[in-house]
Every structure is written in structure tokens, then in C-alpha cells.
């Protein structure tokens, strides 16, 4: 079906989606995980990423009840949709030598065979939008034969909402059940507009080539429990990452300051940025690097209450670039 197949990855991925939401951390870190696989394999820069250790997850985070009820829900969708799409392949006697268009029907058809099935059987399909972005970066345009499709994920969703009724109906709380399953479809929508966003392609892209074991190690996402800053330019922060063209993203920072000298990351929604720079009063002068392609200067001025405010540039510049605001959390 998709190259995210292996029960034992889509495991180990479904347990950390778990730890990180009931923690109340970025769940984006597995889809850029994920991605990174797909453009830089399973040993970048050598280093083994295996997804628990590579994204901070506790071996035994299933030793947790709340944990392991979602963790629970998650795998178990999709790996029962997983082997039903499978199932309705050779129930339909589908070929493997098809062209494009041929492919494209054939997973549709394998796809709505699963969902009714699961429908027949009471399986809530709660996992499926999480499976489809994890898979997302290996069945992109010029990675693969058949990518995977926002028309085909919509497909998912309609189907979904037609066999509602069905899914519904042995649940103690019928109406509630239907209210989830309509939630799912929402989301399954959201998921399909974001497959077929170019633009949305080209960060899975940028995320998967810039990414590293070493980024996801010093992830701008804070450990439960971590302190904010401790002194000026030094802790965790949250904020507002902004470009000359007006777009502006989200971030999470973390920095570590020794003395004048703060090395840190901040996360923009579109991979992890490494900064390394020195204190000069109230201000931190930092190179920023993200990737390989991308890098320039920035300053940052600590305010009275440590919130952070300033400018970043390309290549030697300061400025140019956009505006960069945080504030401790």
C-alpha cells in the first residue's frame, strides 16, 4: 500500500503522536520526522534515527494509561485500515502492471472497502489522517509512481461520513460516536487541501533535507516540566516568526546561554533553525543556519520582562529578512 507499511515503525510513530499530545507537545515533530526519513533515509548523517529515541519518547510511554488508551486507538486504526485496504485489493483482483489512472481507482476502491469494513465491525477510523501525513513525504511528486493524493484522502472522508450511520450504530452514545466521526472526516479534509498545497510539498521538502538527528535532539519543543528563562536569552520562548512578504509562522525556541556565548534552535513550522551567537548588553548578535542552503544574521534585544524582539537577514545582513518576536514560557 504505502511505504510506511512496517507494523513496528507505524507503532513506534503512533506511541509518540500519543506521548507527545498528552503532553501537550507538537505532534508536527513526527510528520517532520517521517519526513526526514523519506528524504534523508533511516541513518542521516549515519546516525541509526530511530523514531522513540530520535524524538525523546520514553521506551515504556505505554506504561502510562492515558498514554497507552490513545496510543491504543491510534495504531489499532490504522494498522485494521491498513489490512483491510490490503484485503479489498484482492477482493477486487487488483493488477500490480496498471497505469496511473488504473492505480488511482484501484486504491480508491481498496480504500472504501476498508472503510466500510471497518464501519461493519465497530473500528473507529481515528488514526487515519495521522497515517496518511506520515506517508505523505514518501508519495510525493518525483518520489514516487502513484502519489499519494488530496482527491484520494477526500475520497477517504466522504466515505467515512456515508458509513457514519453504520459505525454508529452498536455504540452505547450513538450520537456522540457520530459527532467523532464527523471530526474525523473534518480532519481527513484538512489533511486532503494540505497534500495537494504546493507549497505545502515544497516544506515537506525543505523540513525532510534540512532535518537531522542531532535537530530533533534540541527541538525548540520544551521537555515536560522545563523551566523558562533563567537569565536573558536563555531558556524556552514562544512566538512570531515573520518574513518580508508578510507571512507569519508560529515558533517554539529553546536557547542555552554559557557566559556572552547562546547557542540554540527555533522551530518555524517548516523545520528547525541552529543559531549561535553572543550577548552585548541587552542584545544577541546570532548567525542562524537552516539547512544546507539557507543562512544569514540576526539580532535580538531582551526586554524588561525577557521578552525577545528583533531582525534577521540573509547571508551577512542583520535585516531584510523579517522580524522574529518571543516571550518566555
Known amino acids: 500500500m504505502l511505504p510506511l507499511s512496517s507494523v513496528r515503525l507505524v507503532s513506534d510513530l503512533s506511541l509518540a503522536l500519543a506521548w507527545l499530545n498528552r503532553h501537550g507537545l507538537p505532534e508536527k515533530r513526527v510528520f517532520d ?21 530520535v524524538l525523546g519518547v520514553p521506551q515504556d510511554a505505554d506504561s502510562d494509561p492515558t498514554i497507552d488508551s490513545l496510543y491504543q486507538k491510534i495504531v489499532g486504526s490504522i494498522l485494521v485500515f491498513v489490512m483491510a485496504h490490503e484485503t479489498g485489493h484482492l477482493f477486487y483482483n487488483h493488477r500490480a502492471d496498471v497505469d496511473a489512472a488504473q492505480s488511482r481507482l484501484q486504491e480508491s476502491e481498496a480504500d472504501a472497502f476498508a472503510i466500510d469494513l471497518m464501519a461493519r465491525i465497530g473500528a473507529a477510523p481515528v488514526g487515519i489522517s495521522f497515517y496518511f501525513l506520515m506517508a505523505a513525504p514518501f508519495e510525493c511528486p518525483g518520489r514516487s509512481m502513484h502519489p499519494l493524493s488530496g482527491e484520494r484522502v477526500a475520497r477517504v472522508a466522504r466515505a467515512i461520513v456515508d458509513n457514519a450511520a453504520v459505525f454508529a450504530r452498536d455504540k452505547p452514545d450513538p450520537a456522540r460516536e457520530r459527532q467523532l466521526i464527523g471530526a474525523v472526516a473534518g480532519k481527513l479534509q484538512e489533511v486532503s487541501a494540505l497534500i495537494d498545497d504546493p507549497d505545502v510539498r515544497e516544506a515537506m521538502r525543505r523540513v525532510g533535507q534540512s532535518s537531522s538527528v542531532a535537530s530533533f535532539a534540541t527541538s525548540a519543543s520544551p521537555a515536560p516540566g522545563q523551566t523558562v528563562a533563567r537569565q536573558a536569552f536563555d531558556g524556552s520562548y514562544s512566538g512570531q516568526w515573520a518574513d518580508a512578504k508578510g507571512t507569519v509562522l508560529e515558533i517554539g525556541m529553546v536557547l542555552t546561554r554559557e557566559g556572552q556565548i547562546v547557542r540554540g534552535t527555533y522551530d518555524f513550522g517548516l523545520g528547525t533553525v541552529e543559531l549561535d551567537g553572543t550577548v552585548d548588553g541587552d542584545h544577541l548578535n546570532y548567525a542562524w543556519r537552516w539547512g544546507s542552503e539557507y543562512f544569514g544574521r540576526g539580532r535580538l534585544v531582551n526586554g524588561a520582562g525577557g521578552e525577545l524582539e528583533g531582525t534577521w537577514g540573509y547571508t551577512q545582513r542583520f535585516d531584510g529578512g523579517g522580524t522574529l518576536t518571543a516571550t518566555p514560557r
Open 33 to 53: 520526522y517521517t519526513a526526514m526519513l523519506a528524504y534523508r533515509g533511516p541513518t542521516p548523517d549515519g546516525v541509526q534515527a530511530l523514531p522513540l529515541s
